[in-house]
């Protein structure tokens, strides 16, 4: 019914910048929208950014604002997570991740659908 698959995460260097894609497969969902979250090792997932696919609607999470911008692609069915001015601490597993539902969501528990993941590991 939904499939997400996240690929783009590599080794960098602190300073760098990485994007990330999320290739969405939906079939009939009306209203959704499509997250990103970064998982650190032994941590809980975080909220990265999220955009509305139907209106484009976007917002950041305080650890990224100003570093970092959520987009999408309708033609291609992607949405991209660009990061900028890489630190070592967005070291982490980073998740696409689907809501059915209006609005944006700001929790994990507010998504219904998730991709495997791509890891991201700054150096230092």
């Known amino acids: 019914q939904v499939q997400l698959v996240e690929s783009g995460g590599r080794l960098v260097q602190a300073g760098d910048s990485l994007r990330l894609s999320c290739v969405a497969s939906?079939?009939?969902?009306?209203?959704?929208?499509i997250g990103w979250f970064r998982q650190a090792p032994g941590k809980e997932r975080d909220f990265v950014a999220a955009?509305?696919?139907?209106?484009?609607?976007?917002y950041s999470g305080d650890f990224v604002k100003g570093r970092s911008t959520i987009s999408r692609d309708n033609a291609k069915n992607t949405v991209y997570l660009q990061m900028n001015s890489l630190r070592p601490e967005d070291t982490g597993v980073y998740y696409c991740?689907?809501?059915?539902?209006?609005?944006?969501?700001?929790?994990?528990?507010?998504?219904?659908?998730w991709g495997q993941g791509t890891q991201v590991t700054v150096s230092s």
């Open positions: 939906v079939r009939t969902f009306s209203h959704y929208y």
């Open positions: 955009i509305s696919w139907n209106t484009g609607t976007t």
């Open positions: 991740a689907l809501g059915w539902r209006y609005g944006l969501g700001y929790e994990a528990g507010e998504y219904d659908y």
